[in-house]
């Protein structure tokens, strides 16, 4: 392709438009391989107003505090995006998020900021059954989108999603931690190599414990943190509009700040934390839908809520391998993310090193910086195939695979609508997740196993039969 001349000035939407025509910028790299994600996107440093990325916030709650850092330090470090609008349904989370993007608008109805022809992309951070709704009605007003997980609250809800991406053409990335990381696409290629046999099965666990229960977060306030003297009545929230489609009930502080425990509203442990992990896991054995999921587990300690405590899927794959996850809210030690290989067995591990200086610290300086942990793969072979493992692995019965910098979802998602390349997380990615996700909550609530047929897409009222490969003449 022969790029096109330049003016001398060219405004925000001739840079979008240059973009999504396939116009990469000199300073721009591009994947070192198809199977590896790239190590670092250096992009553009656009310094004119006009040229930076206009952004919407809709959502303004416990993750947009977390994710508005990384989005200020973006803009720090490069200087291509701007805080246009926040949107939040209840005032005093709007009126915060105003503080903290000095964003020149704010609104309560989500569908103000998608009518900016002005604004091009939006970060959307809002209970689960919100999700499809918002980021379909953005991608239809031309608008990118970072989505945060669950990627929708349905498994229907992803398939259309992933159909609209594709007829809008727009950047949809999904949030959660897993594919940001670039130790899991090392293991990635590691494991495709074959260097460690035939894989068999995959280990999540992601569990936390409190004293006061799991989501019982204080009333009012952000997450965690209370906000004892901030106002909650219908004076200053939209209820109607918090409970969309969701069944109708009365003002409830209760539901608006717990939502996490309530099936209206999300997915549990299996939505909110094991997203996150299978992610990860699905980062380093490939993505791809499911054939089978089971669901179990229940509420065993904290008795004031419709989600499990106690919680655990068994996902099967047309790859002939499963994965098994847990999460549990009443005890908090998790074990490593692990994939267990006819020849090996690969362990995700972080070593959190004392602080810099002496064992003890430096007395004379105050509190000292710890350094950053160490994330890493451990592969070590089995006993019964350590020949084979060897063979594979230059002689060696143990394989250290140390992490490298890499983007995080945040910077891949700007660089995405910079050059119209495919994000990390993808809507078909997130479409694969959810799928998994969805299914067990499904089989959970519904007490049955649940079935997908990967080359339909279609959930299936029966599981296939289970292959068998019985020996000659058995």
Known sequence: MTEQPKSPNPSRRDFLSRAAGGVVTASMVTHASASSPLRSTVTQNVSGANDRINIGFIGNGMQFQSLIRRFKARKARLNDIEFAAVCDVWEPR???AQEQTKAP????DYREVLARPDIDAVVVVVPDHWHFPIASAACQAGKDVYLEKPMTYTVDESAKLTEIVGKTKRILQVGGSGPDTRLHWLVNDY???GKIGKILWGLISYNRNTDTGMWDYPIPGVGGTAWPDAEFSARNIDW???????????????RYFRWRKYWDYSGGNATDLLYHRLGAMSSMLGFEFPTRVTGAGGIYVQKDREVPDTYMTMVEYPGDYSIN??????NAQSVPLTVYGNWGTVEILMDRPAPAG???GDQTRGPQQRRAPRLYAKVTAERQFEEAFKEANGGKTEVIIENEEGDGLVDNWVN???SRQEPLYNVLRGYQVMTAI???VESYRQGKVMAFDPATRRILDTPPVRKAYLPEGA
């Not at 608008?105 to 309560?108: A, G, H, I, L, V």
């Open 325 to 330: 996850m847990i999460s549990c809210m009443g």
């Open 358 to 360: 002496d064992s003890m």
């Open 416 to 418: 995405c609508i910079q």
């Open 191 to 193: 494991i495709k190599a």
């Open 105 to 108: 608008s704010s609104y309560k």
């Open 240 to 254: 109607d509009m918090w409970l969309g489609s969701a069944p109708k009930r009365p003002l409830s502080a209760e």
């Open 94 to 96: 709007m009126k915060f």
């Open 438 to 440: 969805k299914l067990g």
